[in-house]
């Protein structure tokens, strides 16, 4: 609810495609061009909202050509619930010479993070991802947003904890999953967004 992503599918409903991925031999291309280009590289960061969302034939692909071609270890963004639901993904991720990987957890209380977010994330997907990756051995890096505006009669009326109680549970959350490295920013309701209607 506090992202561009939802108005951008609504720009782009329609058209052939929404999602759209480079292939791994490009992308090899691509890195091995920055490598030649500048040889103190030692780490890629690939920022794609998803890297993986199924361990597909492209996933299986990169697992393979990645070590091989460019040899790297690499960064990538990725939804605890895939992880959780396709445990497969992060086998391929670590055959390919993953380093670390972040899955957010934007909110340790459970409303917040699924009914203002709207995230359809439970506390136990987040821990069984978490865990997944402690199991591999993958640093984690986890992102929450704190300071989230709730109406007084919103708060008594589900129960809710006051706004500091909520970001301390977030923080809490962070601390149980294990996450390597944690990053706490405060909302920003951009204007046309869903949490900024709200």
């Given at each position: 609810t506090y992202c561009f992503n939802r108005r951008y599918n609504r720009l782009y409903s329609g058209?052939?495609?929404?999602?759209?991925?480079?292939?791994?031999k490009r992308i090899c291309e691509e890195a091995n061009f920055i490598k030649r280009n500048w040889p103190e590289t030692r780490f890629i960061k690939?920022?794609?909202?998803n890297f993986a969302l199924k361990p597909d034939e492209w996933l299986e692909e990169f697992s393979e050509m990645w070590p091989k071609a460019v040899g790297l270890p690499f960064f990538c963004l990725i939804r605890a619930?895939?992880?959780?639901?396709?445990p497969r993904i992060l086998e391929l991720l670590k055959r390919a010479g993953i380093h670390s990987l972040s899955?957010?957890?934007?909110?340790?209380?459970d409303y917040v993070r699924n009914k203002i977010f709207e995230r359809d994330m439970s506390k136990k997907v987040l821990e069984k991802a978490f865990q997944m990756t402690w199991d591999l051995n993958i640093p984690t890096f986890s992102n929450t947003i704190l300071g989230v505006p709730i109406a007084k009669d919103?708060?008594?009326?589900f129960g809710l904890p006051n706004d500091l109680k909520r970001n301390i549970e977030s923080i809490d959350a962070n601390i149980r999953l294990r996450a390597t490295i944690t990053e706490y920013a405060i909302l920003f309701p951009y204007p046309g967004t869903a949490i900024g209607d709200y």
């Open positions: 058209s052939d495609v929404i999602v759209s991925r480079y292939s791994v690939f920022y794609d909202d619930n895939i992880v959780a639901g396709k899955m957010s957890v934007e909110s340790g209380n919103e708060e008594e009326k």
